[in-house]
């Protein structure tokens, strides 16, 4: 697949990248609250972000879970600068990292987290199983994984590149692809129509 046939959705770029950014904040409110809501019992001190977007998620995390140590990747050069200039603000009282990237590799391999997050991107992940598996030695011991998934219905989009999207029944196929990477669920509920949130301990 040329970048040029990649969906917006999937790497927002130029003019028209920015307007699906934008839109794709406002649809995603619901999401970001959510996992805000799920982590706030014990709020992470650490929290590193797969597929960022705009950076409103990172936001949050900064202001409402006061997060000290932020990182985050995400491919699209576009919303990588956005998100950079968006949390500036918050360079004093937090460390934060933001640069291109993907699921596949460990930017920070001397870092460990409290919390790891995947906002509507890991329908993006084309090897699941591997960067679960990775994910799972990221994580602090006490550390939760924050995935919220893109409801696709029975129907999803051929070119999607994580199989388990594609398999008509992701979040069926997410819950053992968690279990198989020694995660345990503990929250496995709808969001709104479009999403679902799972959060996972290392077992
Ligand atoms: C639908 S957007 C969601 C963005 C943000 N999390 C939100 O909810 O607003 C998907 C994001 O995942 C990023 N992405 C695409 N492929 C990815 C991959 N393999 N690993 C990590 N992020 C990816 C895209 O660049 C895009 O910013």
């Known amino acids: 697949m040329t970048e040029t046939n990649l969906s917006q959705a999937m790497r927002p770029h130029g003019l028209l990248g920015r307007i699906f950014a934008a839109l794709m904040e406002r649809m995603n409110e619901g999401s970001y609250r959510w996992a805000v809501d ?8 650490s ?6 977007g705009t950076g409103r ?11 000290r140590r932020l990182r985050g990747v995400d491919p699209a050069e ?19 990292e933001v640069r291109t990237g993907d699921d596949t ?4 391999p001397t870092e460990t987290f409290d919390a790891v997050a995947a906002i509507h991107s890991f329908q ?15 994580l602090a011991p006490h550390g939760k994984l924050v995935l919220i998934l893109r409801n696709h219905g029975r129907n999803p989009p051929a070119w999607l590149p994580n199989p388990i999207s594609r398999s008509g ?7 053992a ?5 020694q995660f345990a669920l503990v929250i496995d509920q709808p969001i709104d129509t479009a999403s679902h949130g799972l959060v996972a301990r290392p077992e």
């Open 105 to 108: 590799a460990a930017y920070w």
């Open 124 to 138: 993006f992940w084309s090897d699941p199983a591997n960067t679960l598996a990775r994910l799972r030695t990221q």
């Open 177 to 181: 692809a968690l279990a198989a990477a």
């Open 78 to 96: 576009l919303v990588v600068g956005m998100a950079a200039n968006r949390l500036r603000k918050f360079a004093k009282t937090c460390e934060i």
């Open 57 to 67: 998620f990172l936001e949050l995390a900064a202001s409402k879970l006061k997060v």
């Open 38 to 45: 799920a982590l706030k019992d014990t709020p992470p001190k």
């Open 169 to 175: 029944n992701e979040v069926v196929g997410t819950r």
């Open 47 to 52: 929290l590193y972000e797969i597929g960022f």
